[in-house]
C-alpha cells in the first residue's frame, strides 16, 4: 500500500517563504509529484522528482530524499495568489500515483 | 496545450437515478482517470483506464462503472446515485500507460445528489 501524509493547513506573510512537507511509505518508489489547486479549480502540475536533490523553478523548489521518504515544497517571495491547496502524490511500485490530501496555504498580506 | 474538458460543471441529480460524467481530452493520451475530491479527503481514485476499452479499479470503485469506447473520451456512471456520491469529481489523462507523466485534470463535476 502506500501512505502520503501532508499537513493540513499552513499560513504565511506575503514575501515570505513557505515550506510545505510531504512524507510518504510507498512499496518501491517511482517518483513525486506537486500540484497546485486553486479553490473551484482544476489541479495544475508543479513539479516531479525521481532523484535525490533540489529541483528549481522560479520562485518554486521540490526536494526529494528517497532515503527518507520525505519530500518538500519550497514557495519564495510568497504572493497573495500563492494562496491554494498544494497536493503532493507519490508512485510506488506502479505508474499510478497516489495523492495525499493536500495543504491548505494561506498567504496574508 | 493539453485540454481536458467535463461534460458539465454543476450537476444535480435525485437518488436512484442513473448519472453520466463525460471526459474528453484532446492530446492522444493514453491514460486517463475518474477521481472524487471531498473535503479533508484529498482526491481519490475512482477508476482510471490504459487503453481503449480497458479499465482498472481504483481505490473506491464501488457504485460506480467506467467506459472507454475510444481512446480521447473516457465516462464515469453512477448506475444508482445516492446522497454518499455528492461531491467534486475530477477527470485526468497522463501520456503513457507504461511510465509515469504528469496528469492534466479537467475542471470538474460538481455533483449533488438528493
Known amino acids: 500500500g502506500q501512505n502520503i501524509d501532508q499537513p493540513t493547513e499552513m499560513t504565511a506573510t506575503e514575501g515570505a517563504i513557505v515550506q510545505i512537507n510531504c512524507t510518504y511509505q510507498?512499496?518501491?518508489?517511482?517518483?513525486l509529484f506537486w500540484y497546485q489547486q486553486h479553490a473551484g479549480e482544476a489541479p495544475t502540475f508543479l513539479s516531479y522528482n525521481v532523484l535525490d536533490g533540489l529541483e528549481e523553478k522560479g520562485r518554486f523548489s521540490s526536494f526529494l530524499s528517497r532515503s527518507k521518504g520525505y519530500s518538500y515544497l519550497l514557495l519564495k517571495e510568497l504572493q497573495m495568489k500563492d494562496s491554494a491547496s498544494y497536493l503532493c502524490?507519490?508512485?510506488?511500485?506502479?505508474?499510478?500515483?497516489?495523492f495525499g490530501r493536500g495543504t491548505s496555504l494561506i498567504v496574508h498580506p | 496545450d493539453v485540454k481536458v474538458t467535463q461534460s458539465s460543471r454543476y450537476l444535480v441529480k435525485r437518488t436512484g437515478e442513473k448519472v453520466f460524467l463525460e471526459c474528453v481530452q484532446d492530446m492522444d493520451h493514453e491514460n486517463m482517470f475518474w477521481y472524487r475530491q471531498d473535503p479533508g479527503l484529498g482526491l481519490r481514485l475512482i477508476y482510471f483506464s490504459y487503453d481503449v476499452k480497458m479499465k482498472e479499479k481504483g481505490d473506491i470503485p464501488e457504485g460506480y462503472s467506467v467506459s472507454r469506447e475510444k481512446k480521447e473520451r473516457f465516462s464515469l456512471i453512477l448506475e444508482s446515485a445516492s446522497t454518499n456520491q455528492t461531491s467534486m469529481y475530477l477527470c485526468?489523462?497522463?501520456?503513457?500507460?507504461?511510465?509515469?507523466?504528469?496528469?492534466?485534470f479537467g475542471p470538474g463535476t460538481r455533483l449533488t445528489v438528493l
Open positions: 510507498t512499496s518501491g518508489f517511482n517518483g
Open positions: 485526468a489523462s497522463s501520456l503513457s500507460s507504461g511510465s509515469l507523466d504528469t496528469q492534466y
Open positions: 502524490a507519490g508512485a510506488g511500485g506502479s505508474y499510478i500515483p497516489t
